[in-house]
């Protein structure tokens, strides 16, 4: 369903299944970039995420739903990563989660944080907003626990 991107989206443990998983708030609306999308547009916002993410290559780097390379960042929770409201909001000086993480995928150098930099790949602000809509999407599917324990580790306080 793409208008799940209209929806807060959150990670939190099952104690019946064992994992976390994610938990689609239905009476919590968190429209992303303050607009709530019908479901033609929603998709469209989202295939051109997908398509952006392939023709920039970037699973050359990173990992999608365990498809990928394993040198950069997995994606499959990158919506989630609570660094994006602890630390890249005010290191991009912006005012929403959504806008630090197109920041950031404009220009990646500007902003290098983790250890492995990321390219600049020239990615134009509506390029970036499509990502982003993908990557909240990707966040929503239940992947039974993967990545294991994201989101809480113990060696990164925040």
Request: charged share 30%; glycine share 6%; with cysteine.
């Amino acid at each position: 369903m793409p208008t799940i991107i209209n929806y807060k989206i959150d990670y939190k443990y099952d104690p019946e299944k064992g994992y976390f998983k994610p938990v689609i708030g239905p009476e919590k609306k968190e429209p992303l970039f303050g607009k709530e999308y019908s479901e033609v547009e929603a998709m469209e916002l989202i295939v051109k995420g997908k398509l952006v993410i392939q023709g920039r290559a970037c699973m050359n780097y990173h990992t999608l739903l365990g498809n990928g390379a394993y040198y950069a960042l997995d994606l499959t929770k990158a919506w989630l990563d609570p660094k994006w409201e602890k630390v890249m909001i005010a290191t991009t000086q912006s005012k929403t989660k959504e806008k630090a993480m197109v920041k950031f995928l404009m220009y990646p150098d500007k902003y290098a944080t983790w250890i492995r930099k990321m390219p600049n790949l020239d990615i134009d602000e509506e390029e970036a907003k499509a990502v982003v809509a993908y990557l909240k999407w990707t966040a929503a599917i239940n992947t039974n626990g993967f990545p294991d324990h994201f989101g809480e580790s113990k060696l990164v306080k925040f």
